[in-house]
Each structure stands twice: as structure tokens, then as C-alpha cells.
């Protein structure tokens, strides 16, 4: 049974475009994630979102918009799509509580041609 | 940068030999964590060791923590050729948010 899935897996797709990976727990957390992991394998934490509310949002281009339609399931959406945009977006959950450990999806490849 | 460093960057070792890599971090801590990723997997949380521990085993994982010295390592003993992932640690200041290093990517032969 997967835990953390996120859809899809690779995403190849034009400049300019709009995209959305979608991710869904099913370990009944409360608190989900999205991290983006640049080329170099620097992870870092763009939103959070505790039972369908924002809680984290990191310096992120405002291109990128979080959706958490229930507390099983956050949407990353990403509009007009740049180079820059190329990486591994990873999707997280865990209990609430910062000493609770997080479980990750296995990722999405966006490439931006 | 906030951001965790961690060395080595990489390290090659053979099979039964065991690992150990640093991590240091500038601000305080509530707790720090290791992370193991496979090649085209997501992380998998390893271990968890709270700001007022300073040595946390787990089956063949030693972890320690220096809060003076702002640094961590993890040993990896009788390393095996499944052991080959990239290693990063993690640390919260407070709240959920995770601050990762820069990653150890460690490579175990035959």
C-alpha cells in the first residue's frame, strides 16, 4: 500500500504552460508538504498545509498555488511554466508537531523544454 | 544560509566497512533527523534525535548530537551494498518546518 502517492511521475511539458501534480496520504496526517529538489539535491520546503490550511509559505513565486481540498490530498499547480522550474517536486506528510517524522512520496520529474 | 552542510559531499567505502557523516547547522534546534533517498525515490525518514539527546542507536545506525558544536553524524556500521543512497539531515527550529543539508551521497561496493 503506498502511503504518500503522487501523479505523475515524470511531467515533460513546454515553456509557458500550466501543469498540476496531484498527492494524496493515506496515513491519516494531518499535515502535508511540498519540497522542491533542484539538480544539486538541495531539498527545500516550498508550502505546508495543516488539515486544508496554509501554514508554511516559503519565498516562492506566486506561479505555484497549493490546494488542499481535505487533509488526505495537496495539489501543487503551477502556472506559466519556466526553465527554472526543472527539478523534483516532492510531496510530504506527517502528524502534526515539528518532531513528528515525514514520509515522502517518490516525486515528480518536471522538465521544462 | 539557514541551510544544513554536510561532509563528506561523497564517500565510496567496501562492504562490512562503516560510514559516518557530519552534519553541521547554525541556528538552534529542537530536534534534528536523518533522511535515506535511493536513486529516484523519495526520502525515507531513519532516525530522530531530540536537542536533548546526544546519542540515539537504531539497528546498525549511531546518531550523536554536540548542540555546543551545532553538529551531528550518523555512523553506518557493517555497511552493505543496499546501504548506497544519499544521507541528509534535517533539523526544526520549531513548528513542522524541515531545514535539510546539502546531503553525503554514499556509494558501499562489493
Known amino acids: 500500500d503506498t502511503a504518500v502517492s503522487q501523479t505523475p511521475k515524470y511531467l515533460v511539458t513546454q515553456m509557458g504552460n500550466d501543469k498540476s501534480i496531484k498527492c494524496e496520504q493515506n496515513?491519516?496526517?494531518?499535515?502535508m508538504y511540498w519540497y522542491k529538489q533542484d539538480s544539486k539535491k538541495f531539498l527545500k520546503i516550498m508550502f505546508s498545509?495543516?488539515?486544508?490550511?496554509?501554514?508554511i509559505n516559503e519565498t516562492v513565486p506566486n506561479r505555484f498555488s497549493p490546494k488542499s481540498p481535505d487533509k488526505a490530498h495537496l495539489n501543487l499547480h503551477i502556472n506559466s511554466l519556466e526553465l527554472g522550474d526543472s527539478a523534483v517536486y516532492f510531496c510530504a506528510s506527517s502528524q502534526a508537531g515539528g518532531f513528528q517524522p515525514q514520509h515522502f512520496g517518490d516525486g515528480t520529474r518536471l522538465s521544462i523544454l | 544560509s539557514q541551510q544544513g552542510e554536510e561532509d563528506p559531499q561523497a564517500l565510496s567505502i567496501q562492504e562490512g566497512e562503516n560510514a559516518t557523516m557530519n552534519c553541521s547547522y547554525k541556528t538552534s534546534i529542537n530536534n534534528l533527523q536523518w533522511y535515506r533517498q535511493n536513486s529516484g525515490r523519495g526520502l525515507v525518514h531513519l532516525i530522530l534525535i531530540r536537542s536533548n539527546e546526544r546519542e540515539k542507536h537504531s539497528g546498525r545506525l549511531r546518531v550523536t548530537l554536540d548542540t555546543s558544536k551545532k553538529s551531528s553524524s550518523l555512523l553506518i556500521t557493517a555497511s552493505r551494498a543496499a546501504d548506497t543512497a544519499s544521507y541528509f539531515c534535517a533539523f526544526t527550529g520549531g513548528g513542522n518546518k524541515l531545514t535539510f543539508g546539502t546531503g553525503t551521497q554514499l556509494k558501499v561496493e562489493l
Open positions: 498545509y495543516n488539515n486544508k490550511e496554509l501554514i
Open positions: 496515513l491519516g496526517h494531518d499535515t
